[in-house]
């Protein structure tokens, strides 16, 4: 963390409502200049964390997400609106940021996070920020920040209900200290149960205040503490955590090794009205040149419906798909697993 950096005027008078806080003070707006955070998945809880930490200033801000803007995220996504429709989340959300505070650096990361890339992906972070929505890559994520003693802050929500608690590398409990062993294909998506927006609200803000507590060098309030909001009747419960000593990911005494994390190069989730949509995302990421991506998919006969920097979305019929520069594939409208294989392969063919 760099704390030297000087405050220009403009930025004095930017930050001036928030600077005239106790804790924060020029010394503690210098400290948030030289920070580097790094927040994973810019769906519901990614867009609040990523607006407030750009607006309070956070010097480095590094952006990871492997999905586009959809009509369906508008209404608890507030990085988005629907000029951005189709274009990668990642790309979007830079943009958004930037013209929100001039003064930082926003770092756009267009990936699937995996167990393979996951500690390149927050190396050099003060602080990394979990907004994921899979318990395979939340897992892949923690295991990466207690291997390289970065804190991360966790939080999840769902219908009307959320938790949030800090995990400091050989301080406190780990993620799967206390929820070790879930599989993603029985739990609960927003997509099928729903989620509030104001319980995002609330856990993204809880998030975002712990990470400047660390970055400012003060105890985080959530330190071997979950933090559980439900918004039916408004209650708060401060739930005690216990580290794990034979947890196999941060344990002093493991019982075993890490479990193996299931990546899975194609996946397939329920979209809308139904419809099969397919994601591939291989755990090595590609470089993908996507002015020759968008002529190989118009040499197929496709539409380009967003032609941007990071990635590009597509038509033809009542078959659509989105794909971005690292690699990652988005297909909806396939009949069948092995249409959209085929289809696949035929971009690739383009790199």
Do not use: W
């Not at 609040?48 to 586009?68: C, E, K, N, T």
């Amino acid at each position: 963390m760099n704390l030297t950096q000087d405050l220009s005027e403009e930025e004095l008078d930017y930050y001036s409502r928030q600077i005239v806080l106790t804790e924060m003070g020029i010394e503690g707006q210098k400290k948030l200049k030289g920070a580097k955070i790094c927040v994973v998945g810019l769906g519901g809880l990614g867009s609040p964390v990523s607006i407030q930490l750009a607006s309070m200033g956070v010097g480095h801000i590094r952006i990871v997400d492997r999905d586009i803007v959809e009509n369906s995220n508008l209404q608890r996504q507030p990085l988005y609106d629907f000029d951005k429709v189709g274009y990668p989340k990642v790309e979007a959300a830079a943009e958004r940021l930037r013209g929100l505070n001039p003064f930082i650096d926003v770092e756009p990361l267009p990936l699937s996070l995996n167990e393979r890339n996951s500690e390149r992906i927050i190396k050099g972070m003060d602080v990394v920020v979990d907004c994921l929505d899979s318990m395979t890559s939340r897992y892949a994520l923690n295991r990466a920040c207690i291997k390289l003693g970065i804190p991360l802050i966790f939080g999840a929500v769902i219908t009307h209900i959320g938790n949030t608690t800090t995990i400091i590398p050989g301080k406190t409990v780990c993620l799967e200290c206390f929820q070790g062993g879930m599989d993603d294909e029985t739990l609960p998506s927003c997509a099928l149960v729903g989620v509030h927006p104001s319980i995002i609200a609330i856990i993204a803000s809880i998030q975002v205040s712990e990470a400047i507590r660390i970055i400012l060098g003060r105890p985080p309030n959530l330190k071997n503490i979950l933090l559980f909001c439900d918004l039916e009747d408004l209650s708060l419960e401060r739930i005690e955590l216990t580290k794990v000593e034979t947890c196999p990911v941060c344990g002093s005494r493991p019982r075993s090794t890490p479990t193996l994390l299931k990546h899975q190069d194609v996946e397939e989730i329920c979209g809308r009205e139904g419809r099969r949509v397919f994601i591939f995302a291989q755990q090595e990421e590609l470089e993908l040149d996507i002015s020759g991506v968008e002529r190989h998919l118009e040499e197929l006969g496709f539409t380009i419906e967003v032609g941007a920097e990071l990635g590009l979305t597509f038509s033809l019929g009542s078959k659509r798909g989105s794909v971005l520069k690292s690699g990652v594939t988005i297909l909806e409208g396939m009949e069948t697993k092995d249409e959209a294989n085929e289809l696949y392969h035929k971009l690739l063919k383009s790199k």
